[in-house]
């Protein structure tokens, strides 16, 4: 099925205008402020909410945007597109102290900038704020304490106890408070998984909040799975402010707190300007999709904090940079706050862990992609031996089985695909056929209920296995697992200690204080990674950096891009090898069943279309109206039913949109919207990096104006930009390199010209 076509939803007027010599007057400026305080729903015409040309004995005011009482709150200042509009600064703050106003917006129609005055220097912003945005800066004001006198927290109440806050918590904390009281608004702290995260970050919240500097966080998680168990403990540890799932419809205005996974958010920002937030907290979701993590982050005027699992040492270069913890002179990263496994497991609050290493007669080694791991798609697919994955479970048992155990061990099993995961699962429970088919589970995204799935693993004696594709990798708790089972290679770092992780907190109610890794696939040995646990047997000493150090190089082939996957088949492989060259398919149900594409396509959108006549909420969509944040979670429920499957994992690979929402989708099958080309997603992706990119520089608006162009003729060849591409006719026009060397000094240029290349002009 071809894809459909898309109107693209970013403009470039200004740009295009701008290189045919329109829109430089002040007033032609003032068109496009005009448009730009519509869209962050100032009613221009009404003048208790925005007045113009207001005059006062210091000077006068372009703008001033009003209260609901009709009491100023912002000065905003024009200036025609060739003038920088900082240069208006001193003019504006003699304006706004006149009247006592605290904020004050410059802009030249293109560029945007918000000064807090009182509190820190202006910040370029991609939306003015709204009239409640600004209302709620004003009243955190009224009332607003310095941390120092909001007290830290000795305990708190989670899982029907009273917990006590651990020394590295209490830390973390009192870093997170010196660099905000010293203006910092970004910051990553890096806490090896198991050591208590999302309630270090809650309890933090809950100062912030507690000294009115904060009334509305976002917190970005990698699947919505992991959103729903932050919520669990938001609930929990921030109950008198309410938390709520975004699932891509209108979200409601009284909820404190918004989670939400990246292509939720990312379809959202058109609905929400850059004051909306005040904190955005993100749960590893840098490793999520491409450009659109920094689009989501440099939409909002926010502080910023990063949580990460991730050794100091593979957290990639761009990640510190986000978050202003790149040392530029040692070209070292430095987290706000780092807590190893090492020390964890030192200090007493990690679990320790052995490896027990097996090979097995294919090996298969994983791919590592953009500092993530995958699409893994191919691996098992290219090499699916049934009788290699019958060895694993009969090993498994036989290992287990030497440890005279009274209680068999809770055990994750990391497996490649959905088939894999079925196989695999099957397996484990012929080997172990006493509890009647009931010792292994498998848990995707397509298993009915995942989270019900995941709760009764956790809670319940049945089932001892969860086998997982992509569910249980990253931020599930589950500190009763004892096991772990690798039959996935991967290449990840990152992927790596996350899937490590799941075994690494300690379990008091069945006297837990370590773990076991069974590597079918070789990750361990890839690492370098030893068992470490200080009171076991297992652990040795051998030579070499071990997994988990603090290490301080780490070399290129670690850091490198591979795409390709390597697979070795031995002269004696079994006959029933299934090799696939292609992927051409999707695949369904807790089987792994395979349905083609474009039949996934064309199964949805007959679903949707049939449904219209008779789902209240498909037919509300198809009417053009807006669903609610909670009417679309339960809608998504509904849709992820046992004989298609529709739910936005699905979905992203049928249409191959990887941003796509089950709300785009569902438009998108009523032919109400549509999806954009490659062309124009690449386009569009090229634009959002580049865009972010800008809101974090400080470039005059003439060297904007260059850097634009440069960024059009990229889209334009799609080769990387050289210096020379300045005495080429489009700039030629413009006086050429001399004219360009005039606005830029020529390491400048040289800096950002060679930026652009390495960051943001991706290929395909």
Known sequence: MPRKLYKPKKEEVVIESKSKGKFLRETDARILIDKQLRQANWDIENKNQVTTEETAKVGRADYILKDRRGRGLAVVEAKRFSVDPVAAKQQALQYAESIKIDFIFLSNGEDIYFWDYKYRPEQKVPTFFSQRDLEKLQNLRLDRKPLSVVQVPEKYFKGGEWRTLRPYQKEAMQLLDKNLEANRRKMLLAMA???????????????????????????????????????????????????????????????????????TLYSQLDQLTSGYFDIVISDEAHRSIFGIYNAVLSHFDAIRIGLTATPSSFIDR???????????REEKGRPTFLYSIRRGIKEGYLAGYNIIQIDTKVSLEGIKYEGDDFDSDELERRVNVPARNEQVAKTFRDEEDKRDLKNPRKTIVYAVTKKHAAQLAYYFNQVYPEFKGRYAEIITSDTEDPSGAIRRFKLEGLPIIAVSVGMMDTGIDAPMVENLIMVRPTKSPILYQQMRGRGSRLYPKIKKTSFRIYDFAGVTRHFNDESFDPYSEFTKTKTGIPWGTEMEDVTDEEKEVINRLFVQIPETAPENIDVVIKRSYIEIGSGGERIDADEYQIAWEKEIQELAKTEPLIEKINKGKELSNEELGVLSEKLNSPKFYFNEANLRDAYNYPPGTINEFIKTALGTQELPTEEQLYENRINDLFESWLVEKKFTSEQVKILRLVKSQYIARQKPIEISIFNEPVFKNLGGLNHVLKIFDDSLLKSSIEELNNSIFIAK
């Not at 050591?195 to 904060?214: C, E, M, Q, S």
């Not at 919505?224 to 669990?232: C, H, N, S």
């Not at 761009?318 to 530029?328: G, H």
């Open 318 to 328: 761009n990640t510190y940079k986000l978050f202003d913890c790149w040392d530029e």
């Open 193 to 263: 998984t198991g050591t208590g995260k999302t309630d270090t970050i809650a309890l933090y919240l809950k100062r912030l909040f507690d000294a009115n500097l904060i009334s509305r966080v976002l917190f970005l998680v990698d699947r919505i799975a992991l959103g729903i168990q932050a919520k669990e403990v938001f609930d929990e540890i921030l109950s008198d402010y309410p938390s709520s799932l975004l699932y891509g419809g209108k979200p409601k205005d009284e909820s404190s707190i918004i989670i939400s996974t990246l292509p």
